[in-house]
């Protein structure tokens, strides 16, 4: 054999050695997080649909009931409309005011001024808080009807609005906090807007464009991608809020806060009917798939990429 | 009489003969416990966590070899962690649990939840405990599971200063009409302000203390019917209307936020005049703007029940699972007999329900004579207690919904008697059918 072919032979066993090595490596690299993934996620994901066809308690055997669980949810559970009733409303109010008092506020940070970092922190100090139990106490506070927005209101001679007691008002209050947290969806806008080319405008500019043409026609099309990616992680969030609605106002007053998160929080853990429960989450994981896939199904009619690509 | 009202009569005496007994104030031999790491949860207020923290360090000090950790926080979730802690087999050794669920807790689960009690003579005494009273809230099956912390009764307690400010005559025992007469002095006299406001746990109680004296039962009761009639509904549905469109109750607008008048401005600046409180916690009402005065819930003319409410307070429990039982059960002993732990204690969990407890507290002036006085007027007045049903957190929803409706005015008090008995009809017969396949 010619020594050239020797040591392209033993080049090849090094190589795939090497190549060995390196896949061993990174499999090792991912265990930590498989595990995690297998004994956080996998594990609950797939005992919460065995427990959605069984009626699962607290303590004691589950008992296999086939459907019954769906089937008692679409047919004879009221509150579960009422639930999902409230809680598009709340993804429908919240969700764009959020998106585009994101995009406002990233608009005004994307302006070169002096200091403009320490704006950009200050603005993302509410997402930082989050839509803690902390938080939402406070917010509490501040809508009651003796509340410090009651005061201030009073100052300019307009009567107290009760915010949080009136079944015309609690969830638009409460979807104020969700709103409040515009920090995550103001860096990705923020993030796009930087990436806007400079020339467009100038020829706009040169050809006469006002800012609101400059804005429909260059700045919103440039952003529809970073919008998509927004608009879809947002009502997901939307549509999984609990904390709010279980702090402030326990779903009233009159069921006008009840939202769906607060629906399965009480059938599983204060009723202990963790069957059920489970059967009212995939529903919800139904719904969010379908929603995300309409979205998804949209968006080649709405948004637009610079390489053309979808 | 039936049994669960001599029960009352009986406790009724045993307060009332705590001066006569004697007890002996010298401390228990020491005893022979292994090195152990107890965790104890609980819910309460601030002073509680101090009182009960304090106790716990007195026991550790007396048997440096066991370590206790507190769990504590408010009651907004406790339920839900303990309900989690029970299925992951993650409970604590030691567990506060509301009375009326001990028994329900056990029934549930084939397995022991909790420790029996009788099961440990040498490690805790039971008989200052009266043998009725623990047997209606702490014992299943003969095994003694639940030890009930204090004796608890639920009151109106009167703010005489704004009371006396508005004419109101507090000094006689009430009727609802009283309530509607004397109430609707507050608002005459200072426009803007009620005599007093409510959560909707709050009316749930008061409406069904009215319907109790009616009917002569209770709305849901333990074999899963319903024990008051359309019509008594509908009156009290229509009493509660009045007590809004007389402006003695707060709008609902206003007060639903506030789960008691000790979070509500209007009380915390002196301007209501009545709020309801359970002895336990009657202590947060206080403030210097107002100046205390407890007294029952009204009493109709021709009643056939006071539908005055005496619980325990809440229970001690054990983890059946613990490691430590004995460590456990000792250190219950210790805060249930022991004066040190009793003196440390006082009335944070309300009267104590051991006598001994009782006499050394007495003797030593440290009750909170509002505190007693409470209990001890209930004591008098009391009625059989509140059925399991009654206080199942599926029949609360449905009452409660229909309440909040009565209360914005979305359903007219027949109606709402009307919805509330069928949607109430079908949820017994659902919990029948579901604890019978259990």
């Known amino acids: ?310 | 009489m039936t049994d669960k009202r001599k029960a009352f009569v009986a406790i009724a005496a045993l307060v009332a003969t705590v001066g006569t007994a004697q007890v002996s104030a010298a401390p228990k031999p020491k005893l022979d416990l292994k090195p152990a790491t107890l965790r104890f949860s609980w819910w309460g207020g601030d002073s509680r966590h101090q009182a009960t923290l304090a106790a716990i360090d007195a026991f550790m000090k007396r048997y440096p070899q066991i370590k206790i950790e507190g769990e504590y926080s408010g009651y907004e979730g406790y339920e839900a962690k303990l309900t989690t802690q029970i299925a992951s087999v993650t409970c604590p050794d030691i567990m506060q649990v509301t009375a009326a669920r001990v028994k329900e807790i056990q029934a549930q689960s084939k397995a022991p939840v909790f420790v029996d009690f009788s099961a440990y003579p040498k490690l805790i005494d039971l008989s200052g405990f009266d043998k009725s009273f623990l047997g209606q809230w702490g014992t299943l099956n003969k095994q003694v599971i639940g030890l009930p912390t204090g004796l608890n009764s639920y009151n109106f307690v009167f703010n005489k200063k704004l009371c006396d400010a508005a004419g109101i005559s507090i000094s006689k025992q009430w009727t609802y009409e009283d309530l509607v007469v004397e109430g609707s002095k507050v608002n005459k006299a200072f426009p803007g302000e009620y005599f007093f406001s409510m959560s909707t746990d709050q009316t749930a109680h008061l409406l069904h203390n009215y319907m109790r004296q009616y009917a002569g039962d209770q709305l849901a009761k333990d074999d899963y019917t319903i024990g008051v009639s359309k019509d008594i509904i509908a009156k009290a549905f229509a009493y509660y209307r009045r007590l809004l469109d007389e402006k003695v109750l707060e709008p609902l607008e206003r007060s639903s936020l506030y789960e008691d008048a000790s979070k509500n401005p209007k009380w915390i600046a002196g301007k209501q005049g009545m709020a309801l409180a359970w002895a336990s916690t009657v202590g947060l009402l206080k403030n210097d703007n107002v100046q205390l005065v407890a007294a029952t819930f009204p009493i109709e003319p021709k009643a056939k029940g006071t539908g005055t409410v005496i619980n325990p307070t809440q229970s001690f429990t054990v983890y059946a699972k613990s490691k430590n039982i004995e460590a456990a059960v000792a250190f219950l002993d210790f805060l249930y007999n022991d004066e040190e732990a009793v003196r440390i204690l006082n009335t944070q969990r309300s009267v104590p329900p051991v006598e001994k407890a009782r006499k050394i507290l007495a003797d030593n002036r440290l009750l909170d004579p509002l505190v007693q006085g409470m209990v001890d007027m209930s004591l008098k007045k009391s009625d059989v207690p509140l059925t399991v049903k009654i206080e199942n957190p599926e029949v609360r929803k449905v009452y409660f919904d229909i309440i909040e409706q009565v209360g914005y005015g979305k359903l007219k008090p027949d109606a709402a008697a009307d919805q509330l008995t069928v949607r109430l009809s079908a949820l017994l017969s659902d919990l029948k059918k579901s604890e019978a396949a259990k």
């Open chain 1, 1 to 310: 054999m010619a020594p050239l072919e020797i040591m392209t032979l033993a080049d090849n066993r090094r190589n795939r050695g090497s190549i060995a090595r390196r896949e061993l490596a990174g499999l090792l690299y991912l265990i930590p997080w498989a595990i995690g993934f297998l004994v956080f996620q996998l594990y609950p994901l797939v005992s919460s649909m065995a427990y959605s066809f069984t009626n699962f308690s607290v303590s004691g055997r589950p008992s296999f009931l086939g459907l019954e669980n769906y089937g008692r949810i679409f047919s004879s559970d009221a509150d579960f409309w009422i639930s999902l009733r409230v809680t598009f409303l709340y993804v429908i109010i919240s969700v764009p005011l959020k998106l585009a008092f994101a995009l406002f506020v990233a608009m005004l940070l994307n302006m070169e001024v002096k200091g403009i970092g320490a704006f950009r922190t200050i603005y993302y100090l509410p997402s930082i808080l989050g839509g803690s139990v902390a938080v939402s106490i406070l917010w509490r506070f501040l809508f009651s009807v003796d509340g410090a927005i009651n005061k201030a209101l009073g100052l300019l001679s307009i009567p107290p609005v009760s915010w949080l007691g009136s079944p015309r008002y609690a969830l638009f209050t409460i979807s104020l906090l969700s709103v409040w947290q515009f920090g995550s969806s103001m860096i990705v806008f923020l993030a796009g807007l930087k990436q806007v080319p400079n020339e467009l405008y100038e020829a706009a500019s040169i050809d006469g464009s006002s800012s609101a043409g400059r804005f429909f026609k260059i700045t919103l099309p440039m952003i529809t991608p970073m919008l998509f990616f927004n608009l879809v992680m947002q009502t997901i969030n939307a549509f999984q809020e609990f904390t709010a609605a279980f702090v402030i106002t326990n779903g009233g007053p009159m069921k006008s806060t009840y939202l769906y998160g607060l629906k399965l929080y009480q059938e599983g853990f204060q009723f202990f009917k963790m069957g059920y429960a489970s059967a009212l989450s995939w529903i919800l994981f139904a719904i969010l798939i379908a929603l995300t896939a309409l979205t998804f199904k949209s968006s080649s009619y709405w948004t637009f990429y610079e390489d053309g690509g979808r």
